[in-house]
């Protein structure tokens, strides 16, 4: 390849950077009880958007990614999370976070177990992954996409992996549903009536990410290693 993935699908003016990285982990601190000083490792940590907002947030902060990060401020290295050994002790993280990466593997096997062993007993596993149910038209748009997820298989994975007090939900990907929930409800009701394309369409002409995030759910998934 001439090009990157991180610099095709990421470049800033495709995906540009925003207030959200820092909106969505300081929901997941809140929400799962992360705490300054706790060591966090992201998987697939890209340009760093998400690693960056929880070192803002007080947590020592490590990253792995295929392609070389290059992170300030921030411990990272390269792995080929398909097959390569994490380049970390056994349990030496609280929590392993990573957003839209297990769906790039074709089987979730060697990630969960690399997982399980860098996670310290007591440790936090958070993931967010494209919901088939609701992304299933445009799942196959990131052509290095290779293996879907709904919240019955990410609680499934989660599972078989041994973690406890497992919670897998679809997830909203817009801050005023978080602060107040009952707005999904809202959200929900525009599904019957909105395409992936009339959704996107709305949220630029409108500029509000509420139509285009109310089609395009993730799912959750959370556990401890006891």
């Known amino acids: 390849m001439k090009n990157s993935y991180l610099s095709v699908v990421y470049n800033e003016t495709r995906t540009p950077i925003t207030r959200y990285p820092d909106q969505l982990i300081a929901y997941l601190i809140k929400r799962f009880d992360l705490r300054p000083g706790e060591r966090i490792l992201e998987l697939g940590c890209g340009r760093g958007d998400f690693i960056s907002a929880f070192k803002r947030a007080g947590l020592h902060c490590s990253g792995v990614d295929r392609e070389q990060p290059n992170i300030t401020g921030v411990e990272t290295?390269?792995?080929?999370?398909?097959?390569?050994?994490?380049?970390?002790?056994?349990?030496?993280?609280?929590?392993?976070?990573?957003?839209?990466?297990?769906?790039?593997?074709?089987?979730?096997?060697?990630?969960?177990?690399?997982?399980?062993?860098?996670l310290k007993k007591g440790g936090k596993l958070i993931f967010l992954t494209p919901d088939w149910e609701r992304q299933l038209k445009i799942f196959y748009e990131d052509i290095t996409h290779c293996r879907p997820y709904n919240v019955t298989s990410v609680r499934d994975t989660l599972s078989m992996w041994g973690l406890q007090d497992i919670e897998a939900e679809k997830f909203y990907q817009y801050p005023l549903f978080w602060r107040w929930p009952i707005l999904k409800y809202s959200g929900a009701l525009f599904n019957p009536f909105l395409s992936v394309k009339l959704a996107r369409w709305f949220t630029r002409k409108t500029n509000k990410k509420f139509f285009q995030f109310s089609i395009e759910t993730m799912v959750l998934g959370y556990g401890i290693k006891k």
């Open 77 to 118: 290295k390269t792995c080929d999370l398909s097959k390569d050994l994490l380049p970390f002790e056994d349990e030496s993280f609280d929590i392993v976070y990573h957003k839209s990466v297990i769906e790039h593997l074709y089987q979730p096997n060697h990630i969960m177990d690399e997982t399980y062993r860098v």
